[in-house]
């Protein structure tokens, strides 16, 4: 199946072109490598939100006199609106141009930034961080349907490469900025950033962009299908994000799934009958396509829930500060700007199966070797593993994202997108709260033990539950006027349960990566890559 584009040309740019195979208006309007700058940079402001908030809590929430689980929320609101409107954001740009919905996100989005800064109650931060994720949800998907819509075949895989690493190395960069900034600026300074960022992306965008549609975009919308999605996804989300809290066999947690569950048999069910909706479940007869969206599920729940351990580990166990911890990640970041433009070039050449499949297989090998860091590790092995990880990553986010685009009809990319995006932000979601279920249940088996085996004094039911929580992140609790031969001991008992936590959740992301390995066999180059690719200037 391939789908015809319409160009729209801005004022000045001539007459419209007529079909994909149009050259681009005069000048820069449509320039495939300056799309590509222009996305890149408001891509770049969503993956910096996903890892940069987390240094700024501690002061946030002494600021604004915020709980703990005011601090949660201002992740989870963030990672909620994202996940739940992504496939219905992408479905806005097919319909009304991925140009002007990717605008709209950018302004959008920095305008919430700037909110979020200007906020002296928690309250209010929490709000602005949903309407961040409203309009970061606008914007990725509407990001890959311009690229889609620009290059050609042959250069697309690049393109999503260098898009990749854009993402990649702001989502491990983020923790570094963060702690620069909250360090010597202030907390409020990690969302203005996001300001002149925002500008200087819809400046680009207004002066670069070529809207392209294709033309038998939808023309209507399917809002019982939209509300049956978005519920079903808060559903799932939701499920995910308090199983931590309630526990993963508390009746409130599997009530949601199982409600979840129910809303997406309807929502299947609805778009069967429907005219023109949300997801054409046609899509998903592409075993390719299935199989990316799979893939992309199962490489988040291995890298975002493998970093998140990793930054207790430093911080906590290394006893780095949030800066130092963001520099030893270095080599992960490096790896994955260098890797993904070269996975481009590979995927581009030989297809995406044995690219994905070998990617996989050092992801998981990487975390395998993230399952042996203990106390002693030094730098060097750290940063082995570390760079094992980026350059293992680096195939799978450019080829996946490749295959779900690629297999999708061009009047579909911004669902794709959507899509690609959501399987990427539920599995981070899962990796956190699944691996996290894997180490707190590992540490309340060892830590009683350990705490006896040590000699330490008996604990009660409270004081343990409280130890608990506070091993999980890594930390020893020591009472203040703790002895300091005692305080050494808690610490030792500390880090060694919170370790052998660590390497368990780490063999279950490598398994995980594991069974990644098997589902890239199942890809392939997509089908409909060339439909609406743009030629010229490249």
């Known amino acids: 199946m391939t789908s015809q584009t319409i160009d729209k040309a801005g004022p000045g740019d001539g007459p419209p072109a007529g079909t994909s195979g149009a050259t681009p208006g005069k000048g820069l309007r449509g320039h495939p490598w300056f799309t590509l700058v222009t996305v890149a940079v408001g891509v770049m402001m969503v993956a910096l939100d996903g890892t940069i908030v987390a240094i700024a809590n501690p002061a946030i929430g002494d600021d604004l006199d915020a709980s703990w689980s005011d601090l949660q929320w201002i992740t989870n609101a963030y990672f909620l609106a994202l996940a739940v409107s992504l496939v219905t954001a992408g479905k806005l740009g097919d319909r009304f141009g991925h140009r002007q919905t990717f605008l709209i996100g950018v302004a959008g989005f920095a305008a919430s930034s700037a909110a979020i800064g200007l906020s002296d109650g928690i309250t209010m931060v929490v709000v602005f961080r949903v309407f961040q994720g409203l309009f970061g949800a606008l914007l990725m998907p509407a990001a890959l349907g311009l690229l889609r819509a620009t290059f050609p075949a042959e250069k697309l895989n690049m393109a999503i490469g260098i898009w990749g690493m854009v993402i990649g190395a702001s989502t491990a960069g983020g923790p570094i900025l963060g702690g620069v900034l909250v360090e010597h600026v202030n907390w409020q300074s990690v969302f203005f950033i996001n300001v002149p960022v925002g500008i200087l992306a819809v400046a680009l965008g207004v002066w670069i962009l070529l809207d392209h549609r294709a033309e038998n975009a939808p023309r209507s919308f399917d809002l019982l299908g939209i509300a049956l999605l978005s519920a079903a996804m808060f559903c799932l989300v939701w499920a995910v994000i308090k199983a931590p ?294």
């Not at 046609?282 to 396509?289: C, E, T």
């Not at 890298?303 to 906590?316: A, D, P, R």
């Not at 350059?391 to 297999?407: F, K, Q, R, S, Y």
């Not at 610490?491 to 398994?511: E, K, N, Q, Y």
């Open 245 to 538: 809290e309630w526990g993963w066999g508390d009746v409130r947690t599997w009530s949601f799934i199982a409600g979840s569950l129910v809303l997406f048999a309807g929502f299947a069910f609805w778009e069967t009958k429907v005219k023109e909706p949300l997801i054409p479940l046609g899509l998903f007869r592409s075993v390719p396509l299935s199989a990316g969206v799979v893939l992309m599920v199962l490489m988040a729940i291995a890298f975002m829930g493998g970093l998140f351990f990793v930054t207790f580990y430093l911080q906590s166990v290394h006893g780095l500060s949030p800066v130092e911890a963001g520099l030893h990640l270095l080599p992960l970041t490096g790896m994955m700007i260098v890797g993904s433009p070269l996975a481009g070039v590979m995927i581009t050449k030989a297809g995406p199966r044995i690219p994905l499949a070998g990617g996989m297989v050092l992801t998981a090998l990487a975390m395998y070797g993230m399952s042996t860091l203990d106390k002693g590790t030094g730098s060097a092995v750290m940063s082995l593993w570390f760079a094992l990880l980026g350059l293992g990553l680096a195939p799978v986010m450019v080829g996946a994202t490749e295959v779900i685009v690629g297999n999708a009809p061009l009047d579909l990319s911004g669902v794709a997108g959507g899509l690609q995006q959501s399987a990427m932000q539920i599995g981070g979601s899962l990796g956190t709260a699944v691996l996290g279920a894997v180490m707190a249940s590992k540490v309340d088996s060892d830590l009683p033990a350990n705490w006896a085996d040590a000699g330490l004094p008996p604990l009660s039911p409270e004081q343990l539950e409280l130890a608990e929580e506070a091993v999980q992140k890594g930390v020893a609790p020591v009472p203040e006027g703790t002895p300091a031969q005692i305080a050494a001991k808690i610490t030792d008992v500390a880090h060694d349960t919170f370790l052998s936590g660590m390497s368990l959740a780490s063999l279950v992301a490598a398994g995980v990566a594991a069974v990644a390995v098997l589902v890239a066999f199942l890809t392939k180059r997509g089908e409909n890559a060339e439909a609406g690719a743009g030629v010229g200037h490249i």
